[in-house]
């Protein structure tokens, strides 16, 4: 199979996700359980969408599921700031995630904005 740079940086911040909120959920003081709920279902919705993108039927079902995917990091950054706002994460946990996930805004920016251009200038039906 083809290398895909964003499937494999969603993954793997998903992964990254899912072992912040056990962290985050399983700390014997301080739990913390409605915010990294939150930020986890966002952060594995990213590379599930991206995952159903790519594998999509057409060129306007892959724009789509990168639309909502692009939807969701900044979800998950709104998640991270509450996290880090409410001291959860420290300030070094929280400049290492957010860069992570600063990282697949652009990522998801740049081919949302590409393909509904290529759509727009070669029609919906094209994959």
Known sequence: MKENPLLDKS??????AVRLYVYLTQKSDNKEYILSKQFV???TSI???INEGVNGQT???FASKMSIALKEAGECCYWIDLLHETEYISDSEYTSIIADCEELKKMLTSIVKTTYEDLGKRGHSEK
Not at 11 to 16: E, L, P, Q, S
Request: hydrophobic share 40%.
């Open 59 to 61: 060129k306007s079902d």
């Open 41 to 43: 279902r966002s952060a």
């Open 47 to 49: 590379g599930a969408n």
């Open 11 to 16: 993954k793997a911040f998903a992964v990254r």
